[in-house]
């Protein structure tokens, strides 16, 4: 069977951990070479170590500079991007009367912002065919106790989408959005601090809240992101898939 992204170029933003590095990992194995990016030099190293065919270039999504360097790095190796997958983000949790100027800087620097200046530096090496992903999240569109400040940021993405197809009318670039709903990584299960039993009540918390009784596994975000990128769907444009085993429907 023919791989779904032979001779592609990729690029995962927040590659070394989670959803991105499963996505990386797939889209790898599907035949692209992969960018992917992370804050810290070592832990991209790491995970670009661990991918075939992958480069790491370190970029902080919340700074325009490292974006401009990232793409300008991106243009000078490989000329063109084919996928575009905006997965960098996370947020910290704070109930209402907890939320500081900081917490929100954090969120919308890195949920919205830091998207925003993403797609928009890439554009240049978009050409027609290409294919971007934005990670919004169920928590972008059920209510999150002491999560409201990461909901609004991931709520924006998907309006966002819908704007920027529009932009784009007649470039023929694709612009789509994941929502997973509670999956296991690390960036979750850090939500619960450093211990064990914790963390392991947090992901019991949020299982009993979904309809298929589990969190989701980042691969499973992975082969739904694979999808929206590949050719296969080559007719979805501005749509969001809920990968959240029907958390957002309930
Ligand atoms: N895990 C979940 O339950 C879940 C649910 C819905 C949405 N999401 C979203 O999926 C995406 C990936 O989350 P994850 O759970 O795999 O988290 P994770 O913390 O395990 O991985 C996040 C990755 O993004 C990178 N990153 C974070 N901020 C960055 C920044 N400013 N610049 C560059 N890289 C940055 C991290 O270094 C890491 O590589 C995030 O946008 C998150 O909001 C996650």
Redesign the pocket.
Known sequence: MMSKLQGKIAVV?????????ATAQLFAAEGARVFI????QA?LDK?AAGIPNATGIQ????SSADLKRLFDTIREQAGRIDVLYV?????SMAPLGAISEEHIADAF???VK?LIFTVQNALPLLGKGASVVL?????GIVGTPAFSV?SAS?AAVRNLARSWILDLKDRAIRINVV??????????V?LAGPDAAAQQGLLDMLAAQVPLGR??E?EE?AKAVLFLASDDASFVNGAELFVDGGLAQV
């Open positions: 933003t927040g590659g070394t951990s989670g959803i991105g590095l990016t992370g804050r810290r832990e995970a970029a902080d999504s919340s997965n960098a983000g996370g947020g620097d890195r949920n830091g990670t919004s999240s169920t928590a990461y991931k929502s997973p709903g509670p999956i296991r990584t690390p960036g979750l850090e969190v989701g980042p975000i």
